[in-house]
C-alpha cells in the first residue's frame, strides 16, 4: 500500500534541445521543443533503502525550488564542490534550484523522508537532443551510502527510454568516487572519459539484464534489512499491555517474557503502574532507553496517535495487532492509507494491521510476540499466515507434530510488509530450510513468481491458498477468457511455474513440512513399498501411481534376500506385503534390504498393528534399520492406529503418518520438486524479425478511438509483426469482390462474415468451406449476408481465406489477468473448445520448456504425436506461436483478450484460420524499486 496517493508520472518525449551544463554556474537556458504525451506512464510511490529504511519519490514540480535550495544548503562543503564544482553561495544555489526547477526540457524526480516531508535526493535529465540528455544527481548527506541515487538513476532511465532518450551523459568531478559508484553499481554499461578534472560519463538507459538482476539483488537486501528489524530487536514495547491474563494484551506481553526474550521488555499502560510485575509507562515516549520494535494492541480508534508517539519515540518497526483497517471496507481503507503514512513519513516499517504477531525462536533472540498459546518449537521452517485464527491453530498443530519453526509472521492486511519481503528474508536466513506460507491474496503475484523461482533452487516453498471458486471472476468474451476465468487456474499455473509446491489442506502442509524438513529429497520417483497388510499396501501404490510416482518391480537380487527370511507366501516384488505374521525383525531387515535396491528412490513403510507385533518394536526395528544402514533415501511411515506415531519415531524426526495415501501424497509433492530442482534454469525466447514500433502503433490507433476489439485488418498485422503465421487472406466490402479475390487465389478458399458483434461466426452461419472459383463464392457471401441482416446483424465485408491443410485444431490465447498480468493458454481449439475444455495454461513471460509441458500436458497431445498411425504434427512450429504470442502481450500490456482458434497444425508446420484481439488501457506500471 503506498502511503501518499501514487503519482502517475507522464514524461514528455524530447525532439531537440542544445547541450546544457548542469553545473551550479550555468546560466539557466530557455528551451523550447514540441512536448509528445507518452500512452505509457509509470507510477511513483514509496521505495524501500539498501538499511530498510522508506522514501516518498515523485515527480519534480516548479513550486519545489525552495525545498531544492534547502537540499542543497544542508550539504557539506565537500558535497557541494562535488555536485557544482563550487561551494556556491545562497544566492547562487536559490538561482540553481529555481532553474533546476523550471527547466522547459527536463524531466526531474524528489525523494522525500520524514514528518516534514524534507528533500532527501534529487535527480533529473535535460535534453542535449533527441536522443541523449545529461543527467544529475543531488543525495543529503545523511542518505548517502544507502542506495538512494543507484535507484534514481535507474528510475530515470526508465522513464527516459519511453521517451526516446537513448544516452545518459554526465559530468563528474574526478575525485566524485561516490558518483562514479553509483554509475558502476547501476548495472548500466558505462563508459568513462578522462578530461581536465573531470569524467565525461555515458551510458544507456535501457535496462539490461545485469541491471535488472542488480536492482532485484538491491531489493532483496532492502528486504532482509527490513526485517532484521523486526526478527532482532535489542528491545521491545508492548502498547496495550494488560495485567489481565487472558486477553490479548495480557497474553501477548506475557509470551514475550515467558518464552524468555533477551532483552528488556517494556509495558505501556496509561492506567496501570505495574503490568505482571514490570514496571509500566503511560506512553512509549516515557520509556527511558531506545525502542527497536513496538507491538500494538490498542483499541482502533487510538492507533494513529499511539503510532505517531512511537515515530517521536524513534522506533523503527512496528506490529499492529489491532483490527479495524483494511479489512472492514472503505472507511477501513482509508484509515489504513493514514496509518501508512504515519508510518512512511516517520522511517518506520510496519507489519499488520489486523494480525497476531511474530516469532524468532532463534535461542539467541527468543521472542514470542503473539498471544498464541503454547511455546512455539525451535526448528528450520519459516511460516506466514495472512489469517490471524489460521495461524494459532497452526503453531498449535506444530507443536502438536513437533515440527519446529525458526521465524513466524503473521502478515494481516499487508499494509507494508508483504509475503514478497518474507520470502527475500528466508532466502538468504540460515536457519531456515523450508518456507511455508497460508495465502489468501497476492499483492503483486508476478513478482512472487521471479522471486520464488529463484528462492525455490534453494529452499522448498510449500503454500495453501484458500479461495479456489469462480466468485469475482472477471466476464469475458472469448474463448480463452471463458476457459481460464471459471477457477483459479491463473494461481495454479503460477505455483507451476515458480515450482512452489501448493497443497490443498493445512494437513497436508504439515504433511509435506514435515518431509522436506526431516529427510533428502528423493533422487528419483521409484518407491518401494512395506507393509504387513494387503490392503494398505495397494492404497499406497494406487495412490504413488496416479500421482506420478513408480512402483518398479524390486530386483532380483533384492527378491532372493526377502524371500531367504520372509515367510513362504509373502509378496516380495514391490510392494512388499510381509502379511500380518510380520515381527519387528522383519520390518528391520526389510528396510535394509529394500532400501539397498538400486531401482528404489524412496521407502514408505506401513503398519498395521496386528494382535503381538507393537508399534513401538517395528518403530525402533525401523530406526535400527536406518541408523546401522545409513540409509540416505527418504523414508517415511505409516501407523494406522488412533494413537500418535511412537515417541521415538518423532525424536528421531521421521516423518509418521496415519494413512498410506497421505505419505505417498506427500512424497509425490516431494519428488516433483526435487526433479525441477536439478533441472537446468529455464531461458527465455529471444526473435530477431519483430517488428515491435509498427505493433505499438496499431495498439495506439486502436486505444486512440477508445479501444476494443481490433478490426480484421489490424488484427492481421499485429500477428504478421510478431511473426505468427496467418494464413493467406483478403479483406473485400461486397460478395462482387469476394468472387475477384477467389478467382485469383485459384483454389479452394474459406469464406467468412465480418460483422461487429458476431463472436461465434460458425453457429450464426458466418463461415463456409471449401468454396471455389468466383461464383460460388459471391453466392455464398449474398447468401451469407441476407442471412446475418435478417438476424439483425449487419456484416462490414467478407475475409477471403485460401483453405489450409488438413491438420489438428488448436487454441492459443491470451487474457490480460488485473494483478496476475497476461495469462497464455493452449488446448484442443475449433468449434471444440469449449466442450473439451482441454487446456493448460501458463503466466508470460513464457521460456521455452514452459510452451514444451503446455503442449505435452494436454489430453489432446496424443493427436499431435501420430496418435494410430496418424502423422506426426510439427509440434516445433506450435510452440514457436506459444512463444512469440508470449513475447507480444509481454510488449504490449494493453492486450486484454488473444484468440488464435484454430490453429491447425499438421505434418508440415501450422497456420492461424482465424484471430480476435481486444486491447484496453491499462494501469500504469510503478518505476523500478517502487512497491506494490
Keep these: 500500500m503506498q502511503t501518499q496517493s501514487s503519482e502517475i508520472i507522464y514524461p514528455s518525449k524530447i525532439v531537440s534541445n542544445p547541450p546544457m551544463n548542469l553545473n551550479a554556474d550555468t546560466n539557466a537556458e530557455s528551451m523550447t521543443g514540441d512536448l509528445c504525451a507518452l500512452d505509457t506512464p509509470h507510477r511513483a510511490g514509496d521505495v524501500v533503502l539498501r538499511d530498510g529504511s522508506t522514501v516518498h519519490v515523485r515527480k519534480m514540480e516548479p513550486s519545489d525550488d525552495q525545498a531544492l535550495f534547502e537540499l542543497f544548503h544542508s550539504l557539506s562543503e565537500e558535497s557541494r564542490w562535488l555536485r557544482f564544482f563550487s561551494l556556491g553561495t545562497d544566492s547562487a544555489l536559490a538561482a540553481e534550484a529555481r532553474r533546476e526547477t523550471n527547466l522547459d526540457r527536463t524531466f526531474g524526480l524528489i525523494a522525500l523522508s520524514g514528518t516534514e516531508q524534507r528533500v532527501v535526493g534529487h535527480a533529473f535529465y535535460a535534453g542535449i537532443d533527441s536522443h541523449r540528455a545529461e543527467v544529475a544527481f543531488t543525495i543529503a548527506d545523511d542518505f548517502q551510502g544507502r542506495g538512494l541515487g543507484t535507484l534514481l538513476l535507474g528510475q530515470l532511465a526508465e522513464v527516459a527510454a519511453v521517451t526516446g532518450i537513448q544516452t545518459f551523459e554526465a559530468e563528474v568531478v574526478a575525485a566524485n568516487h561516490a558518483m562514479l559508484h553509483v554509475f558502476r553499481e547501476s548495472g548500466f554499461p558505462i563508459e568513462v572519459k578522462a578530461r581536465a578534472g573531470q569524467l565525461h560519463v555515458t551510458m544507456p538507459t535501457s535496462f539490461t539484464s545485469e541491471a535488472v538482476e542488480l536492482f532485484e539483488r538491491r531489493e532483496s537486501i532492502a528486504a532482509v534489512n527490513a526485517l532484521k528489524l523486526f ?108 496509518l501508512m503514512r504515519v508510518c512512511r513519513a516517520a522511517g518506520m516499517r510496519l507489519i499488520g494491521p489486523n494480525c497476531m504477531g511474530i516469532i524468532n525462536a532463534d535461542p539467541a533472540v ?284 518423532r525424536s528421531r524426526k521421521i516423518p509418521a503418518y496415519q494413512f498410506p495415501e497421505t505419505a505417498a501424497i506427500a512424497l509425490a509433492r516431494a519428488a516433483r520438486y526435487a526433479r525441477w530442482r536439478e533441472r537446468p534454469e529455464t531461458t527465455l525466447a529471444e526473435f530477431d524479425n519483430l517488428h515491435r514500433d509498427k505493433a505499438a502503433s496499431i495498439v495506439a490507433s486502436a486505444l486512440g478511438r477508445g479501444g476494443g476489439w481490433l478490426s480484421t485488418q489490424e488484427t492481421a498485422e499485429l500477428l504478421s509483426c510478431y511473426g505468427l503465421p496467418l494464413i493467406e487472406q483478403k479483406i473485400v466490402d461486397t460478395p462482387e469482390a469476394a468472387g475477384e479475390i477467389a478467382e485469383q487465389m485459384n483454389g479452394e478458399v474459406a469464406l467468412k462474415v465480418i460483422a461487429p458483434g458476431v463472436l461465434h461466426k460458425t453457429e450464426a452461419g458466418g463461415v463456409h468451406l471449401h468454396l471455389r472459383g468466383a461464383a460460388q463464392v459471391r453466392a455464398a457471401a449474398t447468401d451469407m449476408r441476407d442471412r446475418l441482416k435478417a438476424q439483425g446483424a449487419e456484416p462490414t465485408g467478407f475475409l477471403v481465406q485460401r483453405m489450409a491443410q488438413n491438420g489438428i485444431e488448436m487454441l492459443v490465447g491470451v487474457v490480460h489477468d488485473p494483478q496476475f498480468g497476461p495469462v497464455v493458454a493452449c488446448g484442443a481449439g475449433g468449434v471444440q473448445v469449449e466442450l473439451l475444455r482441454d487446456v493448460s495454461v501458463r503466466l508470460t513471460p513464457l521460456a521455452k520448456e514452459d510452451a514444451s509441458e503446455m503442449i505435452r500436458s494436454l489430453k489432446t497431445y496424443p493427436l499431435l504425436n501420430g496418435f494410430r498411425g496418424s502423422a506426426k504434427c510439427d509440434v516445433a512450429a506450435l510452440e514457436d506461436g506459444l512463444l512469440r504470442v508470449s513475447a507480444m502481450v509481454e510488449d504490449l500490456p494493453q492486450i486484454a483478450e488473444l484468440d488464435c482458434n484454430p490453429f491447425v497444425v499438421n505434418e508440415s508446420g501450422a497456420v492461424i484460420l482465424d484471430a480476435r484481439v481486444k486491447v484496453e488501457a491499462v494501469e500504469p506500471k510503478p518505476l523500478v524499486g517502487v512497491r506494490g
Design 366 to 649: 527468543r521472542m514470542d510476540a503473539t498471544f498464541a498459546p503454547g511455546v512455539p518449537p525451535t526448528g528450520r521452517v519459516g511460516f506466514s499466515s495472512q489469517s490471524g485464527a489460521l495461524g494459532l491453530a497452526i503453531i498449535e498443530l506444530a507443536n502438536s507434530l513437533g515440527l519446529g519453526i525458526s521465524t513466524f509472521v503473521s502478515v494481516g492486511n499487508k499494509a507494508d510488509i508483504s509475503g514478497n519481503d518474507l520470502l527475500r528474508y528466508w532466502e538468504h536466513d540460515e536457519k531456515t530450510d523450508v518456507i511455508l506460507l497460508y495465502l489468501e491474496s497476492f499483492g503483486n503475484p508476478r513478482k512472487f513468481s521471479k522471486i520464488a523461482r529463484r528462492v525455490g533452487r534453494k529452499k522448498p516453498i510449500v503454500v495453501v491458498k484458500s479461495g479456489r471458486s469462480a466468485a469475482g471472476a472477471r466476464a469475458t468474451s472469448s474463448h480463452t477468457g471463458a476457459l481460464i476465468a471459471a477457477s483459479d487456474v491463473t494461481v495454479d499455473a503460477l505455483f507451476r511455474q515458480s515450482v512452489v509446491i501448493r497443497t490443498d489442506t493445512l494437513e497436508e502442509l504439515f504433511d509435506v513440512a514435515a518431509l522436506l524438513v526431516n529427510q533428502p529429497l528423493p533422487k528419483g520417483a521409484r518407491v518401494g513399498i512395506i507393509t504387513n497388510a494387503g490392503g494398505p499396501g495397494i492404497l499406497c501404490a494406487d495412490t504413488c501411481e496416479a500421482r506420478g510416482l513408480e512402483v518398479p518391480l524390486l530386483a532380483e537380487a533384492t527378491r532372493d534376500n526377502l524371500r531367504s527370511f520372509l515367510a513362504p507366501g509373502t509378496g516380495v516384488g514391490n510392494p512388499v506385503d510381509m502379511i500380518a505374521s510380520a515381527g519387528a525383525q522383519e520390518y528391520e531387515r526389510t528396510i535394509e534390504a529394500v532400501a539397498a535396491d538400486p531401482n528404489i528412490d524412496a521407502l514408505i513403510v506401513c503398519f498395521t498393528p496386528p494382535l503381538v507385533t507393537k508399534a513401538e518394536d517395528v518403530a525402533r526395528a525401523a530406526v535400527a534399520a536406518i541408523e546401522r544402514a545409513k540409509i540416505d533415501k527418504p523414508i517415511l511411515t505409516v501407523f494406522l492406529q488412533a494413537d500418535p506415531a511412537p515417541e521415538i519415531i
Design 231 to 338: 526478527f532482532n530487536p535489542r528491545s521491545i514495547a508492548v502498547i496495550g499491555a494488560s495485567k489481565k491474563r487472558l486477553t490479548i494484551g495480557g497474553e501477548l506481553f506475557h509470551n514475550l517474557l515467558s518464552f524468555g526474550f533477551v532483552g528488556p521488555v517494556y509495558p505501556v499502560n496509561p492506567t496501570a503502574d505495574v503490568v505482571q510485575s514490570v514496571p509500566a509507562y503511560k506512553s512509549v515516549e516515557d520509556i527511558p532507553g531506545p525502542v527497536d520494535l513496538a507491538v500494538v494492541v490498542v483499541p482502533e480508534k487510538f492507533v494513529i496517535e499511539t503510532v505517531e508517539a512511537c515515530g517521536r519515540k524513534g522506533v523503527k518497526a512496528l506490529v499492529v495487532i489491532s483490527a479495524g483497517f483494511g479489512e472492514t471496507g472503505q472507511d477501513g481503507q482509508t484509515k489504513q492509507a493514514e
